[in-house]
């Protein structure tokens, strides 16, 4: 990571497994910008519920930014998110198996009570198509947690654990999809991705989004 005199420090917690994956993330991670003082978490384990609670727990400064081993992204992508001064944002991210489209969700609706038990549960995601001519912030239901920006006072609203295990489905090891739905219902925040900034994911080949010239949207895959 390099520092720069921009911004407020905060946490990078990266979620991982117990061994690395791949060579194009630490090569991206090596370049990107930080704020003066900004603290990186590697938290490693079987689970990544359990590896994102870890880092929120040993946060620093005014936000905590996840990102995993298995995306590349641009230098200037934690400044950009930084920029844009709301709760919780998020950029584009496509999924890594066919059909390619976001992760990204036009409709996460739960139904659970206040021990958590989920009665109902329905999503709907986003396809590119569906973001032809949208530029900059986008109000949305649910937010990739990779490259999902948090800021403090979310944290400081929301008990310990943040990160839920099996609450969707009883094999699940993670629910990211739960903490969004909470942030939003429970807690009244908007959730926004900023469709200006794009990360990729990896995989044998490298999946990414991109905008053209007249708006629109399309994958990008490169080997």
């Not at 520092?3 to 420090?9: F, L, N, Q, R, Y």
């Not at 989920?118 to 900059?136: I, N, P, R």
């Not at 800021?151 to 400081?156: D, F, K, V």
Request: some cysteine; overall charge negative; glycine content about 8%.
């Amino acid at each position: 990571m390099r520092e720069v005199d921009e911004g407020e420090p905060g946490t990078i917690v990266l979620a991982s497994y117990y061994t690395g994956r791949y060579t194009d993330f630490e090569i991206c991670m090596e370049s990107l910008k930080v704020p003066k003082g900004t603290t990186f978490i590697r938290a490693r384990g079987s689970s990544s519920a359990k590896n994102q609670n870890v880092g929120v727990r040993q946060r620093k400064g005014g936000w905590v930014w996840f990102i995993d081993d298995d995306h590349t992204f641009t230098d200037d992508i934690l400044l950009r998110l930084l920029a844009r001064n709301v709760p919780i944002v998020a950029p584009l991210v496509p999924m890594r198996y066919p059909p390619f489209e976001l992760v990204l969700y036009k409709r996460l609706d739960i139904v659970a009570d206040a021990q958590h038990h989920v009665a109902s549960f329905e999503e709907e995601f986003y396809k590119m198509s569906d973001l032809d001519g949208q530029t900059g912030l986008v109000k949305v239901q649910g937010l990739p947690k990779a490259g999902c920006l948090v800021r403090e006072e979310i944290w400081a609203k929301m008990p310990d654990p943040w990160f839920r295990i099996g609450l969707l489905h009883p094999d699940d090891i993670e629910d990211d999809k739960y903490f969004m739905w909470e942030v939003r219902e429970k807690y009244g925040y908007d959730l926004w991705c900023d469709t200006d900034v794009v990360i990729h994911h990896l995989n044998t080949i490298s999946v990414g989004c991109k905008r053209d010239a007249q708006g629109k949207y399309a994958r990008s895959i490169t080997l």
